[in-house]
Each structure stands twice: as structure tokens, then as C-alpha cells.
């Protein structure tokens, strides 16, 4: 599976960003995407990510009510929808595709847990 993402840019504070995530390749054997980011001098941090099956969506606290996750299974695409930006949301994003399944959330909520990783698109949100 090769990912793709984009989208990125500078938005200033309260403002929006759709970032996207385009499969190609093996995503017959994707079970879930993955958001992640990664803020200068910091650790890679778990976002959201999505079922491909089913479309349910699970986020980390500091995102939920503001960011969300869609797909769109005919252009393999996944979405993240990104509003009422903030500052601290500024970050190197990268979506990631699993082969696995998991029954659980938080499962998906660790980057180990994902075995395809996009490039990465940054966002930066100025106050």
C-alpha cells in the first residue's frame, strides 16, 4: 500500500485545513487509516483514525468536536477534516494504513500498530 497525503498549509487560528490521504496499491487489505502528527522537537502523536469497513472514526482528546475523519472508498481517499484550528495543532501530519485488524480503539492509537506510512504534510497554524 502506497499513501499519499496532502493538503497542508498555513491557516491562521480558528480557521480550517482538509488534509487527504490517497491509497493505492493493496488497500483491499486496509482495515483502518490512521492520523498522526509530529510537532518540531516533539513525538509522533496519535491523531484519529478510521475503520475501512464500516467507517467508524476514534479520536484523541484534543481534537474531538473539531477534527474529523471520512473515506471515500471509490477514490481510496481518506479525509481529515480539520476546524477551529490552534496553534499547538501545528505539525508534520502523516496518515498510515494498517493490514491488521483490531477489535478495539486504542489498539489503532499506536503508530506500531500501522505498517504503511504517508510521506507527511505540514500544518501550520499562526495566532
Known amino acids: 500500500v502506497q499513501l499519499q497525503a496532502s493538503g497542508g498549509g498555513l491557516v491562521q487560528a480558528g480557521g480550517s485545513l482538509r488534509l487527504s490521504c490517497a491509497a493505492s496499491?493493496?488497500?483491499?487489505?486496509?482495515?483502518?487509516v490512521g492520523w498522526f502528527r509530529q510537532a518540531s522537537g516533539k513525538e509522533r502523536e496519535f491523531v484519529g483514525f478510521?475503520?475501512?469497513?464500516?467507517?467508524?472514526?476514534y479520536y484523541t482528546d484534543s481534537v474531538k468536536g473539531r477534527f474529523t475523519i471520512s473515506r471515500d472508498n471509490a477514490k481510496n481517499t481518506v479525509y481529515l477534516q480539520m476546524n477551529n484550528l490552534k496553534p499547538e495543532d501545528t505539525a508534520v501530519y502523516y496518515c498510515?494504513?494498517?493490514?491488521?485488524?483490531?477489535?478495539?480503539?486504542?489498539?489503532?492509537?499506536?503508530?506500531?500498530?500501522?505498517?504503511?506510512w504517508g510521506q507527511g504534510t505540514l500544518v501550520t497554524v499562526s495566532s
Open positions: 498510515a494504513a494498517s493490514a491488521r485488524y483490531y477489535s478495539g480503539t486504542a489498539y489503532y492509537s499506536s503508530a506500531l500498530r500501522y505498517e504503511y
Open positions: 496499491g493493496r488497500t483491499f487489505s486496509t482495515y483502518a
Open positions: 478510521i475503520r475501512w469497513s464500516g467507517g467508524s472514526t
